[in-house]
Antibody, heavy 118, light 106 residues
Framework: EVRLVESGGGLVQPGGSLRLSCAAS????????MTWVRQAPGKGLEWVSL???????YYADSVKGRFTISRHDSKNTVYLQMNSLTIEDTAVYYC????????????WGQGTTVTVSS | SYELTQPLSVSLALGQTARITCGRR??????VHWYQQKPGQAPVLVIY???NRPSGIPERFSGSNSGNTATLTISRAQAGDEADYYC?????????FGGGTKLTVL
């Protein structure tokens, strides 16, 4: 079964850091494009970051310079390192497999909640 | 920045056909993908590359993309189709989502 499981969310103070993990099963992350998407409370979906199978990475302007996407091939896991967090980063964070060729996101995790608050 | 425009809400009676639009100048030059999201759940891909259905998505779901508007069409709407729907494109390795449309089936 193809599956994604996110973890690592929690409560963090403004200016703090958090690392999210996305463990994949049923497929190999290094052969795919992987994406992080977030959803603030009561709001729509916002694309956050993309990592290509070749390792290239891209970020939304709102997180550029603060967030880093990476992967650990032997653990078949994708990460999102989030630094200098602000209240505006409060959201449910989803990881998703993106179909090769930059197509739709066909497999999603259940999401992990990040709350930035003092 | 690249923006996609969706209506905030669409309402229709059970069994009718719903059409949800996604607008942007010359959107036809992009591949448009559509997601369904029910409360408390992760999004689900229902249409990719304008008009392709992933396995497991009913034939009642279809898509089109022409000119400045992409459209998700849901035929014979059911109560279970009530959800938020989002269009999405890729713009030079940057993902862009529309603001989302709440579909209500009366």
């Amino acid at each position: 079964e193809v599956r994604l499981v996110e973890s690592g969310g929690g409560l963090v103070q403004p200016g703090g850091s958090l690392r999210l993990s996305c463990a994949a099963s049923g497929f190999t992350v290094s052969y795919n494009y992987m994406t992080w998407v977030r959803q603030a409370p009561g709001k729509g979906l916002e694309w956050v970051s993309l990592i290509y199978s070749g390792g290239g990475t891209y970020y939304a302007d709102s997180v550029k310079g603060r967030f880093t996407i990476s992967r650990h091939d032997s653990k078949n896991t994708v990460y999102l390192q989030m630094n200098s967090l602000t209240i505006e980063d409060t959201a449910v964070y989803y990881c998703a497999r993106t179909m090769v060729g930059l197509d739709g996101m066909d497999v999603w995790g259940q999401g992990t909640t990040v709350t930035v608050s003092s | 920045s690249y923006e996609l425009t969706q209506p905030l809400s669409v309402s229709l009676a059970l069994g009718q056909t719903a059409r949800i639009t996604c607008g942007r100048r010359n959107i036809a030059s992009k591949n448009v993908h559509w997601y369904q999201q029910k409360p408390g759940q992760a999004p689900v891909l229902v249409i990719y590359r304008d008009n392709n259905r992933p396995s497991g998505i009913p034939e009642r779901f279809s898509g089109s993309n022409s000119g400045n508007t992409a459209t998700l069409t849901i035929s014979r709407a059911q109560a279970g189709d009530e959800a938020d729907y989002y269009c999405q494109v890729w713009d030079s390795s940057t993902g862009v989502f529309g603001g989302g449309t709440k579909l209500t089936v009366l």
